[in-house]
């Protein structure tokens, strides 16, 4: 069964690093997500993908955070630099498209921030 | 901007006892409702989704949810549940947007426990 995947699955940082995360969608999906979970707490969206164009990106930090999906396949999400509240699980879906369409997840990237 | 309200953040159960989670949202115009199920260990998947048409809508392993249109509400039941229930359950709601941006908003979620 086809899944998205996500690299790193676990990653320590210290304040003021810089982190990356990558995002393999299913095959053919041309919708992409990127959602941060704070312990205790739902997903909250950062950003949304349509192909290689941002669609909604409304809710990601952008004075320390980007993401990119340049060839409108896998994805990086990149924070620069990290803090202590950023610790969360970062988690990736990907979709045909449209919300009539559900939304698989990945595994997601447990980031801890020292 | 809309928001997801579950009324429970943790419920305990007897094995075969019924199951009821809350979830309210709010938001003026139409919506998309997902449960999304979440077990030990594994990925969220999706467990059941309105889009339209009947309010009563089926999922996976014997799960139902009803949407009450005038109670912003779309709570999830089961009539017995299982050991293999235990898991964080998230209600979500979409704003209808034709194919644009679709972004899911996630209540804080309910832990289950089944006890044996």
């Known amino acids: 069964e086809a899944e998205v995947a996500q690299s790193p699955r676990y990653k320590i940082t210290e304040k003021s690093q810089a982190v990356a995360f990558w995002c393999d969608p299913i095959?053919?999906?041309?919708?992409l997500y990127w959602y941060r979970q704070i312990l205790g707490q739902g997903p909250e969206l950062l950003v949304q993908?349509?192909?290689?164009?941002?669609?909604?990106d409304s809710q990601l930090p952008k004075d320390r955070f980007s993401a990119e999906r340049l060839k409108g396949v896998d994805s990086t999400l990149k924070i620069q630099p990290a803090e202590l509240g950023d610790s969360a699980m970062y988690l990736c879906?990907?979709?045909?498209?449209?919300?009539?369409?559900?939304?698989?997840f990945g595994p997601g990237t447990r980031l801890t921030v020292l | 901007a809309q928001s997801v309200s579950q009324h429970n953040h943790h419920v305990i159960l007897s094995e075969a006892a019924s199951l009821e989670l809350g979830c309210n949202y709010s938001?003026?115009?139409?919506?998309?409702l997902f449960w999304y199920v979440q077990y030990p260990g594994q990925h969220l998947q999706l467990l059941l989704k309105?889009?339209?048409?009947?309010?009563l809508v089926k999922g996976i392993k014997g799960f139902e949810a009803e949407f009450i249109k005038s109670k912003f509400s779309f709570n999830l039941r089961k009539p017995s549940v299982q050991w293999s229930d235990t898991a964080e359950y998230f209600c979500?709601?979409?704003?209808?947007?034709?194919?644009?941006?679709?972004?899911?908003?996630f209540g804080k979620g309910t832990h289950l426990i089944i006890q044996p």
């Open positions: 879906a990907s979709s045909w498209s449209g919300s009539a369409n559900e939304q698989f």
């Open positions: 095959s053919g999906h041309a919708t």
């Open positions: 993908f349509q192909d290689e164009s941002v669609v909604d």
């Open positions: 938001y003026g115009g139409t919506v998309n």
């Open positions: 309105y889009f339209s048409g009947d309010p």
């Open positions: 979500a709601v979409c704003p209808y947007s034709g194919g644009g941006a679709d972004g899911l908003t």
